[in-house]
């Protein structure tokens, strides 16, 4: 799957955009410097997701490219180093 298919990165990239119009109107409201900072938090998170999964995506798509499709038992092993990356 290209990035470009990839439903789960538009989404998460779809929230931050959301997050973050939500902040400029908060800023134009002259709302409280706390509750923006819970938005910028959040924009923050929403993008970290974003790269994560973008950054995996890619992994996986050009691993695949290099070595062929990969076994089931081996995709299985790959899913413990998925889960591992997230901590990165």
Same mark, same amino acid.
Not at 23 to 28: A, D, G, L, N, S
Not at 61 to 77: A, K, M, Q, S, T
């Given at each position: $799957? ?7 990165? =538009? ?14 109107? $908060? ?17 923050? +998170?929403?993008?970290? =997701?974003? +790269?994560?999964?973008?950054?995996? @995506? ?15 038992? @081996?995709?299985?092993?790959?899913? =413990?180093?998925?889960?591992?990356? =997230?901590?990165?």
């Amino acid at each position: $799957m290209s990035h470009a298919n990839n439903p789960d990165l =538009k989404n998460r990239l779809r929230r931050a955009e959301g997050h973050l119009a939500t902040i400029t109107r $908060m800023i134009e409201e002259g709302r409280d410097g706390i509750d923006i900072a819970q938005q910028l938090q959040a924009v923050i +998170k929403a993008l970290e =997701k974003a +790269k994560s999964v973008l950054i995996l @995506d890619h992994i996986d798509h050009h691993l695949e490219e290099i070595v062929g499709p990969i076994p089931r038992e @081996d995709r299985d092993r790959l899913a =413990k180093l998925r889960e591992l990356a =997230k901590y990165l």
